[in-house]
């Protein structure tokens, strides 16, 4: 999974969607509260690193600077694929959860409604239109990963992974499972990339990633219902809390170290594993602190439970 670590970017889009279903599932949802939290949520971070980024690039700058780091900050700047700035490239995705969030409060109330199957019948959908783009271009490739119409798909299956996940309470998988999964993922990419040559111009864009979404869905719901003791369980769980800082830094991190001293270890895995990875989690530790944390206290709750539910909660 080393080689293809964008497959990252979908566990955590089907964890955005499986917290979000767990927290809203049978409640009402303040629509406002809702996005007044996701936008506490993701944009000062966002802003923060796309400003440092554009003020970065030396001067003279053209006029049309400026008018890209505004079209940046729109929630559908991934649509003409934005830069944001010399070491934000990885912010796409960013603005691919924030279609989510918009999006959210209709899906909700729409499986609330009509329950899993709305979302099985959106996948479908979403699965026929990537299939007639191919059949029209010879490719689905950035359709598929870089946009909605593609990474909506794992989003849902998120969605539905949360529904799953409450259905499945005292139940438990032996310690194996998460652990025959992450193998089974590494093969999956093995036969994919190797043996298959996945390429842009390959049909199986179609389809990858809903078999992405399935596989982090059936890992995490494994995972959580195993009875498996993690070592180190509190330090990851900080890493989590951190992670999205982490993910915006990493770039930043791993240029200034490719700067200084080019992969003084011999290997980039090496290199990311014993350089950029702790630069990265200290940077990101002081980026929490100082702008995630402040703005995060600022959160109110969004949902008002049923009749007998429990206490709504902050997400």
């Not at 003791?229 to 990851?236: G, K, T, V």
């Not at 989590?240 to 011999?266: D, E, T």
């Not at 600022?298 to 902050?314: I, L, T």
Request: positive net charge.
């Amino acid at each position: 999974m080393l080689g293809q670590g964008y497959i990252g970017v979908s566990l955590f889009m089907v964890l955005s969607g499986m917290i979000l279903t767990m927290i809203t599932y049978g409640k009402d949802i303040s629509i406002k509260g809702f996005y007044i939290n996701r936008a506490l949520r993701i944009y000062p971070l966002f802003v923060f690193v796309v400003t440092l980024g554009y003020f970065s690039t030396p001067d003279p700058r053209n006029s049309s600077v400026g008018i890209d780091y505004l079209l940046s900050l729109l929630p559908v700047s991934n649509l003409y694929r934005m830069t944001y700035g010399p070491f934000g490239g990885q912010l796409w995705s960013v603005m691919v959860e924030i279609q989510f969030y918009l999006l959210f409060p209709v899906l909700a109330l729409a499986l609330k409604a009509k329950g899993p199957r709305f979302h099985c019948t959106l996948i479908l959908l979403l699965i026929t239109m990537r299939a007639a783009v191919f059949v029209l271009n010879g490719t689905v490739y950035h359709m598929a990963y870089f946009s909605i119409f593609g990474n909506l798909d794992i989003f849902l299956i998120g969605c539905l992974a949360g529904i799953a996940y409450k259905a499945t309470e005292g139940r438990t998988f032996a310690w194996y499972w998460p652990v025959l999964i992450i193998v089974a993922m590494n093969i999956l990419l093995v036969v994919l990339y190797r043996f298959l040559r996945l390429s842009d111009a390959s049909p199986l864009w179609i389809i990858w990633p809903d078999l992405q979404g399935v596989v982090w869905a059936a890992l995490i719901i494994t995972y959580l219902r195993a009875h498996m003791r993690i070592p180190l369980s509190s330090a990851l769980s900080y890493l989590g809390k951190i992670s999205y800082s982490i993910y915006a830094w990493h770039i930043l991190v791993w240029m200034l170290v490719a700067r200084v001293m080019p992969l003084p270890l011999g290997t980039p895995y090496l290199t990311g594993l014993v350089l950029v990875l702790p630069l990265t989690i200290a940077l990101s530790a002081l980026s929490y602190a100082v702008i995630e944390s402040p703005f995060l206290m600022m959160r109110a709750r969004y949902v008002s439970p049923s009749a007998g539910a429990e206490e709504p909660a902050r997400g």
